[in-house]
Every structure is written in C-alpha cells, then in structure tokens.
C-alpha cells in the first residue's frame, strides 16, 4: 500500500531513511541518483520497500500511503457505497500496521518475560525482607512463584497467538484492499492520484 514515487522521493530527500538511501547509492554505484533511477530500483528489488516500512514501524509512522476518499453528494449510489467500503477497509488496515510481519522475530518473550521476573523479584523482596514465609511455609511460596511463571508463559503465548490471528487477517484485508482498489481505479471511480498520497 505504498506509494513508490513517495518512497523514492523520501529516500532521496528525507534525512530519515540516509541508511537505506546509502544502500541505493551503492546499489547503483551512483553518489547522486534520480528520483527515477530509484524508484526503478525499488519496484526492482523489494528489500528496500521492506527496509522502508521497518524504519517507518520503529519511527511509528504509517507506510499505507492511502487517503480518505472524498464522496460527492452527486456521485451514484454504487461509487458513494464503493468508496466508503474502500476508505473502511484502508482505516483497518492503518490500524492492524503493527501485524504486517508475523510474529517470530518480535520481542513479547522478552516483555512479558521481564514482567514475569520482575513480579517474582518483588514478591521475593517482600516476602524475605517483612516475613518469615520462607521459612514457615517455604513449599508454598516456590509454588506461587512457579503458578507467576506458568501465568508469564500463558500470556506469552496468548499475545503471539493474538499477534498471528491479527497477522492472517491483515494479509487477507491487504489483499482484498488491493483489489478494491484495482476494481475502483478500473471503473474510474478515483484516480490514482485521488488516492494514494502525493509527495
């Protein structure tokens, strides 16, 4: 959903994206390319559409570079329910970004791990510095921290299934979208320029 002559435009222009604009240049074995010269490479080789919407996640900026269609009162029925279909289905998919990569390389075990560790922690200063849990009823106090542990692993599995669930969905709404888009662009209910954000 982006659109590559503002990809091309920011790598070139946009002190943000000098690390994959590095790349090009290299790529290219030119200090200074086009505009064009980059987005020919771009639509050549997606690394770097996909270097650029890891940038834009970490940065929490939105590479679905779509905007909200304008329906006219004097549009048809048809085009006013088309478009309003097509600007739902874009505000979702803005919204379901984060789940465009599934979710082996992502950092819950490491957040939910750390929250686990840092509850037990707790507990544990607490308890051995303001009672004598441990030594009065020491069993019982491994077994609540083993039930945290069990608690920390269930919620860690719990968020990576929610983050593929959301992934699956958004790929599917991706492609849909896609289509819509195509079948608008086709029937002329927009133009391109209508639709995907300008430079």
Same mark, same amino acid.
């Given at each position: 959903?982006?659109?590559?002559?503002?990809?091309?435009?920011?790598?070139?222009?946009?002190?943000?994206?000098?690390?994959?604009?590095?790349?090009? #240049?290299?790529?290219?074995?030119?200090?200074?390319?086009?505009?064009?010269?980059?987005? *020919?490479?771009?639509? #050549?080789?997606?690394?770097?559409?996909?270097?650029?919407?890891?940038?834009?996640?970490?940065?929490?900026?939105?590479?679905?570079?779509?905007?909200?269609?304008?329906?006219?009162?004097?549009?048809?029925? /048809?085009?006013?329910?088309?478009?309003?279909?097509?600007? /739902?289905?874009?505000?979702?998919?803005?919204?379901?970004?984060?789940?465009?990569?599934?979710?082996?390389?992502?950092?819950?075990?490491?957040?939910?791990?750390?929250?686990?560790?840092?509850?037990?922690?707790?507990?544990?200063?607490?308890?051995?510095?303001?009672?004598?849990?441990?030594?009065?009823?020491?069993?019982?106090?491994?077994?609540?921290?083993?039930?945290?542990?069990?608690?920390?692993?269930?919620?860690? *599995?719990?968020? *990576? #299934?929610?983050?593929?669930?959301?992934?699956?969905?958004?790929?599917?709404?991706?492609?849909?979208?896609?289509?819509?888009?195509?079948?608008?662009?086709? *029937?002329?209910?927009?133009?391109?320029? /209508?639709?995907? #954000?300008?430079?």
């Amino acid at each position: 959903m982006v659109n590559i002559k503002k990809v091309a435009h920011q790598l070139k222009f946009d002190g943000m994206y000098n690390t994959i604009y590095i790349e090009v #240049q290299e790529a290219l074995k030119n200090e200074n390319p086009t505009v064009e010269e980059i987005e *020919k490479l771009i639509t #050549q080789k997606e690394y770097y559409i996909w270097e650029y919407k890891e940038l834009n996640r970490y940065g929490e900026l939105s590479s679905v570079h779509a905007q909200k269609l304008t329906i006219a009162d004097s549009e048809e029925d /048809e085009v006013k329910r088309f478009k309003t279909d097509l600007n /739902e289905k874009v505000q979702e998919l803005k919204n379901l970004e984060n789940f465009e990569v599934d979710s082996k390389n992502s950092a819950y075990s490491i957040w939910i791990g750390s929250v686990g560790v840092m509850v037990i922690f707790m507990a544990h200063n607490i308890i051995a510095l303001f009672s004598e849990l441990y030594t009065t009823h020491g069993t019982l106090v491994y077994i609540s921290y083993a039930i945290i542990l069990g608690l920390t692993y269930w919620g860690y *599995k719990r968020a *990576k #299934q929610n983050h593929e669930d959301q992934h699956a969905k958004y790929k599917v709404l991706l492609s849909n979208t896609r289509e819509h888009i195509k079948t608008g662009l086709n *029937k002329e209910y927009f133009t391109y320029e /209508e639709f995907y #954000q300008g430079i």
